[in-house]
C-alpha cells in the first residue's frame, strides 16, 4: 500500500462556470480536505475541445500522478486522454465520456437511464399522447447524446408521445433562451417542454413567461440544491420536475485515492438518480440543508486540525531551539 505518500491528481474540467460543476469542485476540495498529501491541480477548459486538448498537455509537464476529466466534446478530446491512459498515468473520467472506454474508472451518472426514466416520466404526465419540446445540450458531448437515446427509448416503451421539436443546445441557459425566443411560436405548441438541464429550462421558462405564458410544464435534469437552482424552482412551482444528476465530486475524489494507494475501487462508479417534482422537492431541500450543515461542521473541525498542527509544529520548533542552544 501507498498510504501518506505524497501525490499530484490533476483535474480537466470542460467547463468550470456553472452551479453544477462548482458544486463537483467543492465537493472534490472538501474530501481532498482529509489528505494533506495530496496536491491537487485544477484547469477549466471553458467549453472549449483545443483549450482542454492544450490544458492536458500541459498537465502532464507536472508530473502528475493521475487525471481525472471531465471530457468536453467526446471525439476530439478522446486522442489526448487515451495517450495519457497509454502513458499508464491513471484516469478517471466524470459526468461525460470520451469515446473510446480507455480509463481506470467512470464516476458519474447513467445518462441513458437519465433520459429513459425522464421519458417514461414525461409520457405519464401526458397519458401516453402528445408532443414535447426538447432542448439538447452541446451535440458532441456524451451527455446530450445519451440522454436523447435513452428519452426515445422511455417515449416508446411508455405509450404514443412524440418528439413534436428539437432545438440545438450548449447546456447554457443564454443559448437556451436565444433558441426559445427564435422559435416561441413553436414551442407554445409543445404539451411539455423536456431540456437536458435545468439551467436551459429556465431560459426556455424566461421565453415562455416574456410571450405571456408561464402554464407550460417543463422538465429538466440536476436538480441542484442553492439559491436559483433546480430544487428551489420545482418547490416554488417554476420547474415541473427534474431528473436528479448528482456531481460525483466527492465520489471521483476516494476514486482517485484508492487508485493511488492502490487500495480495491470500482471501475464502473454509477449514481443513483430520481424524477424530482412538487411532492419530493421540499424533503430534498431539508436533507440537502441538513447535509450542508453537517458539512460546515466538518469543515470547521478541519480548520481546527489544522490549526492545532500548526500549534504543535511552533511548539516542537521552539522547544528543538531551547534544547540545542
Ligand atoms: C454542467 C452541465 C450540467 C449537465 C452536465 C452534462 O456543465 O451542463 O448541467 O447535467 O453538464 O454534462
Not at 6 to 13: G, L, R
Not at 71 to 78: G, K, L, R
Not at 251 to 261: D, G, P, S, V
Not at 302 to 323: P, R, S
Amino acid at each position: 500500500k501507498n498510504e501518506g505518500k505524497n501525490y499530484t491528481i490533476a483535474f480537466s474540467q470542460c467547463t468550470g462556470n456553472d452551479s453544477w460543476r462548482e458544486t463537483m469542485l467543492e465537493e472534490m476540495k472538501r474530501e481532498l480536505s482529509f489528505y494533506p498529501n495530496v496536491k491537487f491541480i485544477y484547469r477549466d477548459a471553458e467549453g472549449s475541445n483545443q483549450v482542454q486538448i492544450s490544458q492536458i498537455r500541459e498537465l502532464l509537464k507536472n508530473d502528475i500522478d493521475l487525471l481525472i476529466v471531465s471530457p468536453n466534446e467526446a471525439a476530439p478530446v478522446t486522442p489526448i486522454v487515451d495517450s495519457v491512459f497509454q502513458m499508464k498515468i491513471p484516469v478517471i473520467v466524470t459526468d461525460r465520456k470520451t469515446s473510446s472506454g480507455l480509463y481506470n474508472a467512470y464516476v458519474g451518472a447513467d445518462n441513458l437511464t437519465i433520459g429513459k426514466l425522464a421519458g417514461q416520466y414525461i409520457s405519464n404526465v401526458l397519458n401516453g399522447k402528445g408532443q414535447i419540446g426538447v432542448i439538447t445540450g452541446l451535440k458532441g458531448t456524451s451527455a446530450s447524446i445519451e440522454r436523447k437515446k435513452g428519452l426515445m427509448m422511455g417515449l416508446d416503451s411508455a405509450g404514443k408521445t412524440q418528439v413534436g421539436l428539437e432545438l440545438h443546445s450548449d447546456w447554457s441557459r443564454a443559448t437556451a433562451y436565444a433558441l426559445a425566443k427564435k422559435q416561441i411560436e413553436d414551442l407554445q405548441k409543445q404539451d411539455l417542454i423536456f431540456a437536458f438541464n435545468d439551467q436551459m429550462a429556465f431560459g426556455a421558462i424566461q421565453a415562455l413567461r416574456e410571450n405571456g405564458n408561464d402554464k407550460k410544464k417543463i422538465i429538466g435534469i440536476d436538480a441542484l440544491p442553492g439559491a436559483n437552482n433546480g430544487l428551489e424552482e420545482i418547490a416554488n412551482g417554476a420547474l415541473y420536475a427534474s431528473m436528479l444528476y448528482p456531481t460525483g465530486g466527492t465520489e471521483a475524489i476516494r476514486t482517485a485515492i484508492a487508485i493511488l494507494e492502490k487500495t480495491p475501487y470500482k471501475r464502473e462508479n454509477i449514481l443513483g438518480t430520481l424524477v424530482i417534482n412538487k411532492e419530493n422537492a421540499n424533503l430534498m431541500m431539508l436533507q440537502s440543508n441538513k447535509i450542508q450543515e453537517q458539512q460546515k461542521d466538518i469543515d470547521k473541525r478541519q480548520e481546527f486540525i489544522v490549526k492545532q498542527n500548526q500549534i504543535y509544529n511552533n511548539q516542537k520548533t521552539t522547544l528543538q531551539v531551547v534544547m540545542t542552544s
